[in-house]
T-cell receptor
Framework: GQQLNQSPQSMFIQEGEDVSMNCTSS?????WLWYKQEPGEGPVLLIALYKAGELTSNGRLTAQFGITRKDSFLNISASIPSDVGIYFC???????????FGAGTTVTVRA | GAVVSQHPSWVICKSGTSVKIECRSL??????MFWYRQFPKQSLMLMAT?????????EQGVEKDKFLINHASLTLSTLTVTSAHPEDSSFYIC?????????????FGDGTRLSIL
């Protein structure tokens, strides 16, 4: 699959601050997913988006499926130390269910 | 729900050894499983897709005779790295989804760290 453009590459934030990251693609996707990966572990699904314009929350996390179907963003509000990790966006383009991944956003939270 | 178990977590073995990694879906039927490889500080690279009871489909550049994939049941897929060499050292991650339904995301195992000496 194609590599998605995910930014920023890394973030150093103070505890309590909000975090925003986004992904763009050159192709139209029918699904956007956001995963979090911690060292030595597999990615854990945070939010799944299936419809253009959809805005979905999971606790302090909010993600949106862009109206053009070529982008998505993830917001984390009031960050806490356990938010540390690498966040990946992933898009599904076709019905073969393959995912294309972004390069990841590394989040570091300072207490 | 949607738990994927991967075993072993760590493997260290000598060059030339074949290594088998198991991926199990514990509470759902994994009609489709995927195998990924991840290098340090990089994203996940899809190696192959397998549907239960069918031969795996490999991505371009992935040697099917090197990375043998078996998906004989709805809850188990295995990846065998044959005659492993140091360049095969990596983090291997499986994922699974129930492809009978729409809007089912991939759920990932915890990965296997493979180190070939």
């Amino acid at each position: 699959g194609q590599q998605l453009n995910q930014s920023p590459q890394s973030m150093f934030i103070q505890e309590g601050e909000d975090v925003s990251m986004n992904c763009t693609s050159s192709s139209i996707f029918n699904t956007w997913l956001w995963y979090k990966q911690e060292p030595g572990e597999g990615p854990v699904l945070l939010i799944a988006l299936y419809k253009a314009g959809e805005l979905t929350s999971n606790g302090r996390l909010t993600a949106q499926f862009g109206i053009t179907r070529k982008d998505s963003f993830l917001n984390i509000s009031a960050s806490i130390p356990s938010d540390v990790g690498i966040y990946f966006c992933a898009g599904q383009e076709r019905n073969d269910y393959k995912l294309s991944f972004g390069a990841g956003t590394t989040v570091t939270v300072r207490a | 729900g949607a738990v994927v178990s991967q075993h072993p977590s760590w493997v260290i073995c000598k060059s030339g050894t074949s290594v088998k990694i198991e991926c199990r879906s514990l509470d759902f039927q994994a009609t489709t499983m995927f195998w990924y490889r991840q290098f340090p500080k990089q994203s996940l690279m899809l190696m192959a897709t397998s549907n239960e009871g069918s031969k795996a489909t490999y991505e371009q550049g992935v040697e099917k005779d090197k990375f043998l994939i078996n998906h004989a049941s709805l809850t188990l897929s295995t990846l065998t790295v044959t005659s492993a060499h140091p360049e095969d050292s990596s983090f291997y991650i499986c994922s699974a989804r129930d492809s009978r339904y729409l809007n089912q995301p991939q759920h990932f195992g915890d990965g296997t760290r493979l180190s070939i000496l």
